[in-house]
């Protein structure tokens, strides 16, 4: 089947809209682009501010970029946060984790023509099966609201969170928050370990709702993640070929802008990971779960081969991951001391940090002037490296649904459930 | 029948948004009392479905209006439904995207996506980021749930008082809100809330800070990544530019509870004319100097008042002409 015409599929459930894949004629072909508004140019936000104001101003990017920025404001300030105030922000960084992947799964459980189908209605045969969906959908939003609490108690808010600061957190938890982490660290891998079975065993599964997913596919890219402070790139095999230090970035990413969309793409330079391929988009990579995936492969996945499933599988690996770590993480040994923040006493005038996020790596860069004012920012978020990926996989979803002959409707649910997982 | 409601967000980070999801399995299931007709975040609902609309009870709306995209999305909605809620600062605001209105236009970019071929050309982005009210065709907002993001409590004190009619468990919502008596009242006798309504309180969050004050004099301005006391205290009296005298109350001094200070989110108390001058007059009339040397030097320690001064309220408070 071919599009004689431009066809859009607008706009895209759990896409910032405006959001469009548009299909356009290409000499007896067709090709798929995804096109995205993007937010703000963090420049426009950032410049002129106070830079010890960036945690806050950037947690509206997405809540890790609020521990990022209090990596990137230790840098600048040259000071270590004591053990507790490490802590604390670890163990909000985990509960955003759970956070950001149990959002995800909802979009892709929610029923694609009403959100929150009638209990009443479950008695009708139509109806059963929405009820069920709904049954699974609350499963995942009582984790996720749990995971809310957590990163409310941590960080003051889960939304945009607000104690990370210069080296450090700005206050000590309450004593009946220990008891209360505990609480939800083991209720959340409860949870968390019957959301990936019914993923697993029900959705992904061939015959599933969401077999789907594995029908698209790419060819592999590489990865890239921060590890120890530094930026580790693997191949499409899992091998190390290269690591960096933020303040290398400019070298190693670049930042370009397609005239069809606004949000930029990351890629990596040459000699990044290393030769060029020769792809249509050269230097395209990956962040998030599947790249923090152990090379010992913690889910089945292919060398050849990367498809939405995959992303799937590898954010219930990693729930599980982040739910048995916050079951260790979150005890009262590792909230209590005698400082939470370490002063600092000078300011230098730029500054690079990378941090691990739950969509993956973030790396920030600012210079400032002698008052502390944010004079230049560099941002590399996954909003920007998986834009490249995320085009891939609407072309993929476009050219496997136009192959199947599959309707508007069914491509825009095979874009829709894809997308989300990038 | 139930009511016809649309739940949109125009440029914004969806917290907002989302909330209404957290309401429905968190709070109160809300298909028992409202039909949603148009969400295009979750059900992918597109313009052409709202032109077939032909109206809407009510529209809860977030994030501000920065592309043709929101600007044409707010008209017709404003136009289709019969109250228009501002959801979270942004949408009520500007929010933080209006920070962008302190650059100048960029016009560079505009002129490199020349050759693009039609079906392929993107939704204009606005000169100006504007607060809902502050597009042309937008005579009104009906209610306004200020905060960055909206709290669920109020977002809710919201949904129940003009969607639910205040049947959903009333007293106990608005007693959770920290609403105002005055606007709870009518609420709960079936009339709705008044026109223009804010879901937040009244005062200044210092009246609802948990921090003790203890003596108004301003000695020196400190940043905070300085060293400063972890007690109890008062921030501004310790000398952190905090916005809680200027701000209206309704988040319970959340920002303030985990020793950092207010940025203003939930826009200005209707006492206050102009919240950066209100922070201005109230922290120079506390200065505990009357030496011009040391005033100005305490001056010359202040930096970027209009980023901080009006971190969410820009576009609503800096821009006098719709357009």
């Known amino acids: 089947m071919t599009m004689q015409e431009t066809t859009t599929f607008e706009p895209l459930k759990g896409q910032d809209a405006p959001c469009r894949v548009r299909v356009v004629p290409d000499d007896g072909d067709q090709r798929a682009y995804l096109q995205t508004t993007g937010y703000l140019d963090p420049a426009d936000l950032c410049i002129g501010r106070a830079v010890e104001e960036l945690p806050r101003i950037l947690s509206i990017r997405s809540p890790a970029h609020h521990l990022a920025a209090a990596r990137l404001l230790d840098r600048l300030f040259n000071v270590e946060p004591p053990d507790i105030a490490k802590n604390m922000r670890n163990a909000l960084g985990r509960s955003l984790v759970l956070c950001r992947h149990l959002r995800k799964l909802h979009l892709l459980l929610l029923d694609p023509n009403d959100p929150f189908p009638d209990h009443r209605a479950s008695a009708k045969p139509a109806g059963r099966r929405a009820a069920v969906a709904h049954r699974r959908a609350e499963t995942v939003m009582h984790a996720l609201g749990l995971a809310q609490e957590a990163a409310a108690i941590l960080g003051g808010r889960s939304d945009h969170p607000l104690t990370a600061i210069a080296g450090g957190v700005s206050r000590f938890l309450k004593d009946d928050y220990y008891q209360r982490l505990t609480e939800i660290a083991d209720a959340c891998l409860e949870l968390v370990l019957k959301i990936e079975a019914f993923f697993r065993e029900d959705l992904l599964n061939e015959g599933g709702p969401l077999h789907h997913l594995s029908e698209m596919e790419i060819d592999p890219v590489p990865t890239a993640t921060a590890t120890e402070g530094k930026i580790v790139v693997k191949d499409r095999s899992g091998k190390v070929v290269g690591d960096f230090p933020p303040e290398k970035t400019p070298e190693k990413i670049s930042v370009r802008r397609e005239p069809w969309s606004y949000l930029p793409f990351a890629s990596l330079k040459n000699g990044a990971a290393g030769p060029d391929t020769g792809e249509k988009m050269p230097g395209v990579f990956l962040v998030g779960p599947l790249a923090r995936m152990d090379n010992e492969a913690e889910t089945e996945t292919s060398e050849t081969r990367l498809t939405p499933s995959d992303a799937c599988r590898a954010m219930l690996a990693d729930l599980i991951r982040t739910a048995e770590r916050m079951t260790d993480l979150y005890k009262k040994e590792n909230f209590v001391g005698p400082a939470i923040r370490t002063v600092p006493e000078k300011m230098g005038a730029e500054a690079w940090a990378a941090l691990e996020g739950p969509a993956g790596l973030i790396v920030l860069g600012a210079t400032v002037d002698g008052k502390g004012i944010v004079e230049s920012i560099r941002v590399v978020d996954p909003i920007q490296i998986n834009n490249g990926v995320r085009c891939r996989i609407a072309e993929a979803a476009v050219a496997e649904g136009l192959a199947q002959n599959r309707s508007h409707t069914d491509i825009k649910r095979r874009l829709e459930n894809s997308l989300l997982l990038f | ?323």
């Open chain 2, 1 to 323: 029948m139930k009511p016809k409601i649309a739940i949109v967000s125009a440029s914004g980070c969806r917290a907002c948004e989302t909330t209404m999801l957290d309401i429905h399995y968190g709070v109160s299931a809300l298909n028992r009392w409202a039909e949603i007709q148009f969400w295009p975040f979750v059900l992918g609902s597109s313009m052409a479905d709202l032109e077939r609309i032909d109206h809407l009870d009510v529209c809860f709306f977030s994030g501000a209006i920065a592309t043709g995209s929101d600007r044409a999305m707010a008209e017709m909605l404003r136009k289709k439904c019969d109250r228009l809620v501002a959801v979270g600062a942004c949408a009520a605001y500007g929010g933080m995207p209006g920070l962008k209105n302190l650059k100048k236009p960029a016009t560079a970019e505009a002129a490199d996506r020349g050759d693009l071929p039609e079906e392929l050309a993107l939704p204009e982005q606005e000169n100006r980021v504007r607060a809902l009210d502050g597009v042309d065709g937008i005579d009104r907002v009906d209610a306004v749930v200020p905060g960055c993001p909206a709290p669920v409590n109020l977002v809710w004190a919201a949904v129940s008082a003009l969607v639910c009619g205040g049947e959903a468990d009333a007293r106990i919502t608005y007693a959770a809100a920290r609403l105002p008596e005055e606007m709870v009242r009518p609420i709960l006798s079936g009339l709705g809330p008044p026109p223009g309504a804010v879901f937040a309180g009244e005062k200044a969050v210092c009246a609802t800070c948990s921090r003790k004050k203890e003596e108004k004099r301003f000695k020196a301005v400190k940043r905070p990544y300085q060293a400063y006391e972890s007690t109890g205290r008062c921030l501004l009296e310790q000398g952190l530019i905090c916005q809680g005298i200027a701000t209206r109350e309704g988040c319970g001094g959340l920002c303030t509870g985990v020793g950092v200070p207010c940025r203003g989110c939930y826009g200005k108390p209707p006492a206050t004319f102009d919240p950066g001058a209100k922070m201005v007059s109230a922290i120079s009339s506390t200065f505990e100097t009357e030496k011009p040397a040391e005033i100005q030097k305490i001056a010359d320690d202040f930096v970027d008042m209009t980023g901080c001064f009006y971190r969410y309220t820009l576009p609503a408070q800096c821009m006098l002409m719709k357009g």
